[in-house]
């Protein structure tokens, strides 16, 4: 009976994403977030624990410290410790193509679930911290998934959100409106067909989705272009939610040497929302606003984290003239937890800020 159910539902979200090819009229807002925002005081929290392999700090409860680490022959890529005490609560994967390996990580959390990801053996783990904490025996398992996207989120069940790499148009181009839709629900092994003409637009199709059930709400917030876009959980259109920023038009360029034409930034990439946070009442997105040129260093970037509610209402608005890497939410949304670097712009730090 169950498996019944699992399919009927996993049909109907198929069927959906498949007819949703077409133009979406979107009810679209603009949100000028500096009409009122507030410059942070930046806190640098001293961490009693040897942390020289860290690329990523999240804080999780105002407890833990999860540490995503540059690759290395003797260190795991996650570590967890207690920030207070700096004992070691846990540390898995190595650096490797075996079991419990990865050849490369990457690190996101969404309130209580941490999701780490090898993009290159194409393995991905969601992890519920809460049980990992309380139970020494959890096993984190990372599954192998087919569909190649720029990023993916736990739906339910067996079933991922992803980007759909195929979703792109340019009139000044000539890359037509193929009506694909912008997100689509599938399993770990289906690896489905592209348009009957299509370009390659993975390159160009950066950003992170962020999937709330409660609040019956999936985010698409573009790494590219200073928007984000809100679904209901069966992928209705909800809102639109534009930036009222400086960010200028995109150069784009077109490869036609390689079997399929493919779509690349010209000469500079944009940086827009980049990564977030959340609560279950909450969203908080880190957003760049900016252009990377060729002699350009990230360092360079400041910071925006911008807090909205799940139905893109923007309730605040956080400066820094720093570059942010990470970001991670206290229990009592009054602070916010962020990587950043050192004065010298060698070495990543933990910082934190108030936001009320």
């Known amino acids: 009976m169950y498996m019944f159910r699992y399919i009927l539902f996993f049909s109907l979200i198929l069927l959906h994403s498949c007819s949703s090819r077409n133009i ?18 930046l806190e640098k929290i001293d961490l009693p624990f040897d ?35 700096g004992k070691q609560m846990g540390a898995y994967f190595l650096y490797g193509n075996g079991p419990n390996e990865m050849l ?33 025996s959890y096993k984190i398992i990372a599954n192998p998934y087919k569909v190649v996207t720029q990023d993916r989120e736990q739906y339910e069940n067996d079933l991922l959100a992803v980007i759909n790499p195929y979703c792109f148009t340019n009139d000044e181009l000539k890359v037509p409106n193929n009506q694909e839709p912008r997100i689509v629900i599938t399993d770990y092994n289906t690896l489905w067909e592209p348009p009957e003409k299509y370009y390659n637009t993975f390159p160009v199709s950066n950003g992170k989705i962020i999937c709330n059930k409660e609040k019956d709400r999936i985010v698409f917030a573009s ?22 920023s400086d960010m200028e038009k995109i150069q784009y360029s077109i490869r036609n040497n390689e079997a399929v034409p493919k779509v690349v930034f010209l000469n500079r990439v944009p940086y827009s929302f980049m990564k977030y ?41 956080y400066y820094s003239d720093r570059y942010f890497e990470s970001i991670s939410l206290s229990s009592d949304e009054k602070k916010i937890y962020a990587t950043t670097y050192d004065e010298k712009k060698e070495l990543p730090i933990l910082v934190s800020f108030n936001i009320q």
């Open 277 to 317: 946070c959340c609560s279950d009442s909450h969203l908080y997105l880190l957003f760049i606003g900016d252009f990377l040129d060729e002699d350009d260093s990230i360092f360079d970037f400041s910071s925006w984290v911008l807090k909205y509610d799940w139905d893109g209402n923007l309730l605040g608005s």
């Open 223 to 244: 790494g590219d272009e200073p928007f984000f876009e809100i679904y209901d959980w069966y992928l209705h259109p909800v809102k639109r939610v534009v930036l009222l």
């Open 24 to 41: 979406i009229q979107w009810e679209t807002e603009v949100s000028d977030f500096r009409k009122n925002f507030q410059v942070v005081h």
């Open 104 to 136: 490369n990580a990457r690190v996101k959390l969404n309130r209580n679930i941490l999701t780490i990801e090898d993009i290159i053996k194409k393995q991905i783990a969601f992890v519920n911290l809460d049980s990992l904490l309380l139970n020494k």
């Open 51 to 85: 942390d020289i392999f860290v690329r990523h700090y999240f804080v999780y409860a105002d407890t833990i410290v999860i540490l995503l680490n540059r690759q290395s022959t003797d260190k795991h890529f996650l570590e967890l410790f207690h920030l207070k005490s």
